[in-house]
T-cell receptor, first 115, second 116 residues
Framework: AQKITQTQPGMFVQEKEAVTLDCTYDTSDQSYGLFWYKQPSSGEMIFLIY????DEQNATEGRYSLNFQKARKSANLVISASQLGDSAMYFCAMRAEDSNYQLIWGAGTKLIIKP | EAGVVQSPRYKIIEKKQPVAFWCNPISGHNTLYWYRQNLGQGPELLIRYENEEAVDDSQLPKDRFSAERLKGVDSTLKIQPAELGDSAVYLCASSQGGQGSYNEQFFGPGTRLTVL
């Protein structure tokens, strides 16, 4: 069965520092996609970044990058130069054929940026 | 471009009362999703529509939950009667649809339901 594991329930990071949020996944599919979403206190899920299993390069979107290690089945999100507005819940999710292309979600990591 | 619209944003009801949530997806998005998100957890899918057809409702508690998507656009999710355990945030999302591992879902702000 597919599963997403986020082992960090909460993190405190000093403003302007880089932060890495961990995500490991489990699937038997060869073709799958990994997503990171941000959920601020307002409640809306905001798409951040996507990595396909066949993508050879790590995905980057502005200050966000995804450290994709396929053999270890990990897809960590790296936020460079953190800002106060980065304080939010962060969810890792996966989509693959053997889950009927449903998004399978992790439990999330609550990130708090300290001034 | 307008995002996914949901209403109401907040709803407080007493147990055994009915409640309904409304969602208007992004124009042109064929696929619509309803999720339930309990506090401190990731969302869990309740139902997925491709146009008007519910293609995945395996996790919808059908004894009390119902959903419809008339004309393949707006959707309504209903709970009747509500129970204390239904307190959660109900998220609606839409996407352009299709199979494949990439299919970005766009989420609405959610409806926070409190059942007393």
């Amino acid at each position: 069965a597919q599963k997403i594991t986020q082992t960090q329930p909460g993190m405190f990071v000093q403003e302007k520092e880089a932060v890495t949020l961990d995500c490991t996944y489990d699937t038997s599919d060869q073709s799958y996609g990994l997503f990171w979403y941000k959920q601020p206190s307002s409640g809306e899920m905001i798409f951040l970044i996507y990595q396909g299993s066949y993508d050879e390069q790590n995905a980057t979107e502005g200050r966000y990058s995804l450290n994709f290690q396929k053999a270890r089945k990990s897809a960590n999100l790296v936020i460079s130069a953190s800002q106060l507005g980065d304080s939010a819940m962060y969810f890792c999710a996966m989509r693959a054929e053997d889950s009927n292309y449903q998004l399978i979600w992790g439990a999330g990591t609550k990130l708090i940026i300290k001034p | 471009e307008a995002g996914v619209v949901q209403s109401p944003r907040y709803k407080i009801i007493e147990k055994k009362q009915p409640v309904a949530f409304w969602c208007n997806p992004i124009s042109g998005h064929n696929t619509l999703y309803w999720y339930r998100q309990n506090l401190g957890q990731g969302p869990e899918l309740l139902i997925r529509y491709e146009n008007e057809e519910a293609v995945d409702d395996s996790q919808l508690p059908k004894d009390r939950f119902s959903a419809e998507r008339l004309k393949g656009v707006d959707s309504t999710l209903k709970i009747q009667p509500a129970e204390l355990g239904d307190s959660a945030v109900y998220l609606c999302a839409s996407s352009q649809g299709g199979q494949g591992s990439y299919n970005e879902q766009f989420f609405g702000p959610g409806t926070r339901l409190t059942v007393l």
